[in-house]
């Protein structure tokens, strides 16, 4: 099956901060999701994001499918920005069917 | 428009006993996919479901556990004779159909416990 890595597994930050999550795979995708899991356990959806570049206030992601690779950008951070940073993505190959394969994540603090 | 329902949101139960997990996908969405996630661990894939069909259950342990999508009411996972390893955060997500990879949208998960 796929392989799905992100980068940093742990990222500390002072609130006002930019950073960069990295989110490399292994093979074909016809989709790319960013996700945060905020510290009550939910899961929000960030960014559907198969190709290209899109923004959505301090964040913005872009993905270049040809390279296999997704960055996740979050800009001025705040404290409310902690939690674990999820990539997931689809093969666009074999039998995968519609199943998301997710990375293990990037723990995010953000410290006042 | 609400979004993905699940409930019960935590659930307790002892060795042995049956656990039932409710998922209602999003309004006009046909496609209800059920991931696992073990403590400290990410998310995990178990089964991806139409209604009355289930379509891939690759992902689903050979023993106990079981899904169903039925033509009416909600999508349940039940897991019968739960033990310890089976304490997870169990979510439910749906998509209005499979084809080109359509964003996927998750409920807040069932958070089963096993004493």
């Known amino acids: 099956g796929i392989q799905v890595e992100q980068s940093p597994p742990d990222l500390i930050l002072q609130e006002g901060a930019n950073s960069t999550l990295r989110c490399n795979f292994s093979?074909?995708?016809?989709?790319l999701q960013w996700f945060h899991q905020n510290p009550w356990g939910q899961l929000i959806n960030l960014f559907y994001?198969?190709?290209g570049t899109k923004q959505n206030g301090r964040l913005s992601a872009t993905t270049v499918a040809t390279e296999r690779y997704s960055l996740l950008y979050i800009s001025s951070s705040q404290t409310t920005d902690s939690g674990v940073y999820f990539c997931?993505?689809?093969?666009?190959?074999?039998?995968?069917?519609?199943?998301?394969?997710f990375g293990q994540g990037t723990i995010l603090t953000v410290h006042p | 428009n609400a979004g993905v329902m699940q409930n019960p949101r935590h659930l307790v139960r002892r060795r042995g006993q049956e656990a039932r997990l409710r998922c209602s996908p999003m309004?006009?969405?046909?496609?209800v996919y059920w991931y696992r996630q073990l403590p400290e661990e990410g998310l995990k894939f178990m089964v991806y479901?139409?209604?009355?069909?289930?379509?891939?259950e690759s992902g689903m342990p050979k023993e106990r556990f079981s899904a169903e999508f039925p033509k009416e009411g909600p999508s349940i996972l039940r897991i019968q004779q739960v033990v310890r390893g089976d304490s997870a955060a169990y979510f439910c997500?749906?998509?209005?159909?499979?084809?080109?990879?359509?964003?996927?949208?998750f409920g807040p998960g069932t958070r089963l416990t096993v004493l």
């Open positions: 997500a749906s998509s209005p159909s499979q084809q080109g990879g359509n964003e996927q949208f």
């Open positions: 093979d074909s995708v016809n989709n």
């Open positions: 994001i198969p190709s």
């Open positions: 997931a993505v689809r093969h666009a190959g074999g039998t995968s069917y519609g199943k998301l394969t």
């Open positions: 309004k006009g969405h046909s496609h």
């Open positions: 479901l139409q209604k009355e069909n289930i379509i891939d």
